[in-house]
């Protein structure tokens, strides 16, 4: 294998590899918060191996201890309950996503199952700042397409019917956890929103949206009183303002808006539910206070704290925050803010064993598509080939084009395990926000209507072509990887334009749209309707033959570069048979193909076991097509479940 960190362009020796368990293993602690009463504070944590929810007094952090103890799956969330006296977690079972809600009792520390349903998804529609002891949850255990929304009594146990959700996408409700809102799928593509009084939702729409900001609109929840109904709106508008509405008269009045960003988050009063600070971003994240009362508290963080800072929970009394601050050039690290007197303590650095690796910057940049639409995107360049952290290379590189799902998602400003990781074998790393990603603006979504594997595709061939003219890329050594759309992506990339990659890295994605749409899950059932316009509609001729003459499956004879593919076998979204399907395809035309099946994952792989040996298989793969470094695997296969597949041409 080349060592290309010290290529013929410069002297400087390859920094030291960075072992893949550092990045990928499980973190020493991650989601710290404090409880609402601010006695405790909880983080997630490794238990005998396994992530696990832990707990504390507040001013007796040592005396910490696991309140769960999962085994096989980690816990990767979690919210205390309003009245702290539990925590509460969903799990699943394999990676088949049929998420259950579980309560940990903080004074017993008796776990028990909240929805012992089968084949069910639960979410939580209302929690309240008045009422502690309850919350709202949807349960689709009755339909498996629909979720009816119940009030559960943390304390009990007991749940009860509120209102059956047939037909709905989702519902709002008040701090009195009273419904308040539904919203239902229409045929524009959009959303319709109804009242609801007294549980039953009234029979006229009050408002509506068609496809054009079906993703960019939505209620954003009431204040305590229930006197304001915040939106993130961009009807009339292109990007996504922050709109309050008065419940009475109608009004509205814009918040915060940004020209180039929708509004992305909001910190809210915790007593009163008002708005105190919004986030957008474009390229990089901003928070601006719009409450003089946190405007001081935000600027005395970002005067202390280098990177993204977040409030990640608040005590009802508002004197206590947690924070997670990302430095992006390393791990994030949790905070406990003490109001008053304006003091940080440290409480834990997610990754400390990362503490003096050759960790490098992600750089911002904007690609002018083949079109004029702008891709914010993000450059990681390998330690020590770039001069004073400039964004371009002193040499061109090998790199990978790291694509992420979604679609209808985005890359962030923001540390990336998978960036340090393949830099640090010595590859340039881009990740782009093609046409189709979300956060900036409705126009930047509806530009790859019935584009997957046309225009959005161009998008990352025009990147690619950019890096090249740049000097940063190696135009015959660029690889393509992703995930879910970004696997669909990487398939799209070695079958549409064969001769562009030099290998591709498919995790999770389809390579067949029409029996992609077939088999989404029953609870997407609300969303149908957008997925047809959005990809091709397979109800009538046009729209199927679009959707095959976009699916990678029927161009597989194509594929003349390295192919490696990962997939869960209880994958819901995409099922095992995308993967199988063009494994077969390949197989049956003599192109080789290497094929990971991980038996007890889903849409991705969430045991960090078996996410490390696909990355130890991956890394092998790169550096064969790239001739970059590889850390031995040695028995990081063994430690998994992967089933692994390989077939010669």
């Given at each position: 294998?080349?060592?290309?960190?010290s290529?013929?362009?410069?002297?400087?020796?390859?920094?030291?590899?960075?072992e893949?368990?550092?990045?990928?293993?499980?973190?020493?602690?991650?989601?710290?918060?404090?409880?609402?009463?601010?006695?405790?504070?909880?983080?997630?944590?490794?238990?005998?191996?396994?992530?696990?929810?832990?707990?504390?007094?507040?001013d007796?952090?040592?005396?910490?201890i696991?309140?769960?103890?999962?085994?096989v799956?980690?816990?990767?969330?979690?919210?205390?309950?309003?009245?702290?006296?539990?925590?509460?977690?969903?799990?699943?079972?394999?990676?088949?996503?049929?998420?259950l809600?579980?309560?940990?009792?903080v004074?017993?520390?008796?776990e028990r199952?909240?929805?012992?349903?089968?084949?069910?998804?639960?979410?939580?529609?209302?929690?309240?700042v008045?009422?502690?002891?309850?919350i709202?949850?949807?349960?689709?255990?009755?339909?498996?397409?629909?979720?009816?929304?119940?009030?559960?009594?943390?304390?009990?146990?007991a749940?009860?019917?509120?209102?059956?959700?047939?037909?709905?996408?989702?519902?709002?409700?008040?701090?009195?956890?009273?419904?308040?809102?539904?919203?239902?799928?229409?045929?524009?593509?959009?959303?319709?929103?109804?009242?609801?009084?007294?549980?039953a939702?009234?029979p006229?729409?009050?408002?509506?949206?068609?496809?054009?900001?079906?993703?960019?609109?939505?209620?954003?929840?009431?204040?305590?009183d229930?006197?304001?109904?915040?939106?993130?709106?961009?009807?009339?508008?292109?990007?996504?303002?922050?709109?309050?509405?008065?419940?009475?008269?109608?009004?509205?009045?814009?918040v915060?808006?940004?020209?180039?960003?929708?509004?992305?988050?909001?910190l809210?009063?915790?007593?009163?539910?008002?708005?105190?600070?919004?986030?957008?971003?474009?390229?990089?994240?901003?928070?601006?206070?719009?409450?003089?009362?946190?405007?001081?508290?935000?600027?005395?963080?970002?005067?202390?704290?280098?990177?993204?800072?977040?409030?990640?929970?608040?005590?009802?009394?508002?004197?206590?925050w947690?924070?997670?601050?990302?430095?992006?050039?390393?791990?994030?690290?949790?905070?406990?803010?003490?109001?008053?007197?304006?003091?940080?303590?440290?409480?834990?650095d997610?990754?400390?064993?990362?503490?003096?690796?050759?960790?490098?910057p992600?750089h911002?940049?904007?690609?002018?598509?083949?079109d004029?639409?702008?891709?914010?995107?993000?450059?990681?360049l390998?330690?020590?080939?770039?001069s004073?952290?400039?964004?371009?290379?002193?040499?061109?590189?090998?790199?990978?084009?790291?694509?992420?799902?979604?679609?209808?998602?985005?890359?962030?400003?923001?540390?990336?395990?998978?960036?340090?990781?393949?830099?640090?074998?010595?590859?340039?790393?881009?990740?782009?926000?093609?046409?189709?990603?979300?956060?900036?603006?409705?126009?930047?979504?509806?530009?790859?209507?019935?584009?997957?594997?046309?225009?959005?595709?161009?998008?990352?061939?025009?990147?690619?072509?950019?890096?090249?003219?740049e000097?940063?890329?190696?135009?015959?050594?660029?690889?393509?990887?992703?995930?879910?759309?970004?696997?669909y992506?990487?398939?799209?990339?070695?079958?549409?334009?064969?001769?562009?990659?030099?290998?591709?890295?498919?995790?999770v994605?389809?390579?067949n749209?029409?029996?992609?749409?077939?088999?989404?899950?029953?609870?997407?059932?609300?969303?149908?309707?957008?997925?047809?316009?959005?990809?091709?509609d397979?109800?009538?001729?046009?729209?199927?033959?679009?959707l095959?003459?976009?699916?990678p499956?029927?161009?597989?004879?194509?594929?003349?570069?390295?192919?490696?593919?990962?997939q869960?076998?209880?994958?819901?979204?995409?099922?095992?048979?995308?993967s199988?399907?063009?494994?077969?395809a390949?197989?049956?035309?003599g192109?080789?193909?290497?094929?990971?099946?991980?038996?007890?994952?889903?849409?991705?792989?969430?045991?960090?076991?078996?996410?490390?040996?696909?990355n130890?298989?991956?890394?092998?793969?790169?550096?064969?097509?790239?001739?970059g470094?590889?850390?031995?695997?040695?028995?990081?296969?063994?430690a998994?479940?992967?089933?692994?597949?390989?077939?010669?041409?």
């Amino acid at each position: 294998m080349t060592d290309i960190a010290s290529g013929p362009a410069t002297d400087r020796p390859a920094p030291p590899l960075i072992e893949r368990a550092k990045l990928f293993g499980n973190p020493s602690r991650s989601g710290g918060r404090i409880s609402p009463d601010g006695r405790w504070l909880s983080w997630i944590a490794p238990h005998q191996g396994v992530m696990n929810i832990w707990l504390a007094p507040i001013d007796a952090l040592s005396d910490a201890i696991a309140v769960t103890h999962e085994t096989v799956r980690p816990i990767r969330e979690y919210i205390w309950a309003p009245d702290s006296r539990s925590l509460l977690f969903v799990q699943d079972k394999s990676g088949d996503e049929n998420f259950l809600l579980y309560g940990v009792d903080v004074a017993t520390r008796h776990e028990r199952c909240l929805t012992p349903f089968e084949n069910t998804v639960v979410q939580i529609i209302g929690t309240s700042v008045a009422i502690k002891d309850r919350i709202l949850v949807g349960l689709n255990n009755r339909d498996p397409h629909w979720h009816d929304i119940h009030s559960l009594d943390l304390n009990s146990g007991a749940l009860t019917e509120v209102l059956r959700g047939d037909g709905f996408a989702g519902f709002l409700a008040d701090d009195n956890l009273t419904l308040r809102m539904a919203l239902s799928p229409n045929v524009a593509g959009g959303y319709d929103f109804f009242r609801i009084l007294d549980n039953a939702v009234e029979p006229e729409a009050f408002a509506t949206t068609t496809l054009d900001d079906a993703l960019t609109t939505q209620p954003a929840g009431f204040t305590v009183d229930g006197t304001t109904l915040y939106w993130i709106d961009s009807r009339g508008r292109n990007t996504a303002a922050l709109i309050a509405q008065d419940v009475a008269t109608g009004e509205t009045s814009i918040v915060a808006q940004d020209d180039r960003a929708d509004i992305g988050a909001v910190l809210a009063n915790p007593k009163t539910g008002r708005v105190e600070a919004y986030s957008a971003t474009y390229l990089t994240p901003e928070w601006i206070a719009v409450d003089p009362a946190v405007a001081d508290d935000l600027a005395f963080l970002h005067d202390q704290l280098d990177g993204t800072v977040t409030v990640t929970s608040r005590t009802d009394a508002d004197d206590k925050w947690t924070i997670s601050n990302d430095p992006v050039t390393g791990p994030p690290v949790a905070w406990l803010y003490d109001r008053g007197g304006r003091q940080l303590t440290r409480l834990y650095d997610t990754r400390p064993e990362l503490a003096g690796a050759p960790l490098v910057p992600m750089h911002p940049v904007e690609i002018a598509a083949r079109d004029g639409l702008v891709l914010p995107s993000y450059l990681t360049l390998p330690h020590g080939t770039a001069s004073a952290g400039a964004a371009r290379p002193d040499h061109t590189l090998p790199m990978v084009l790291l694509v992420h799902g979604g679609p209808w998602a985005r890359d962030n400003f923001a540390f990336n395990a998978y960036h340090q990781w393949l830099a640090n074998r010595g590859y340039a790393v881009l990740s782009v926000n093609f046409r189709g990603s979300t956060g900036f603006g409705k126009a930047f979504i509806s530009a790859a209507d019935l584009q997957w594997g046309a225009a959005m595709h161009d998008d990352l061939v025009d990147a690619v072509r950019w890096a090249v003219d740049e000097g940063i890329a190696q135009p015959e050594k660029v690889a393509i990887m992703g995930g879910s759309y970004g696997g669909y992506a990487t398939l799209v990339g070695l079958t549409f334009t064969p001769e562009l990659f030099a290998c591709g890295v498919d995790i999770v994605g389809p390579s067949n749209l029409e029996t992609l749409l077939e088999t989404i899950p029953p609870y997407w059932e609300a969303a149908r309707e957008q997925f047809h316009q959005r990809m091709g509609d397979p109800r009538h001729a046009e729209g199927l033959q679009m959707l095959k003459d976009r699916s990678p499956l029927y161009k597989a004879d194509r594929i003349i570069r390295p192919l490696l593919i990962g997939q869960g076998a209880n994958d819901p979204r995409v099922n095992q048979a995308e993967s199988d399907q063009i494994v077969g395809a390949m197989r049956a035309k003599g192109i080789p193909v290497t094929y990971v099946l991980f038996p007890d994952e889903g849409h991705g792989f969430a045991r960090p076991e078996n996410n490390i040996a696909f990355n130890a298989i991956a890394e092998d793969f790169l550096a064969t097509c790239l001739g970059g470094r590889a850390e031995p695997a040695d028995d990081t296969l063994a430690a998994s479940s992967a089933i692994v597949s390989q077939s010669a041409g």
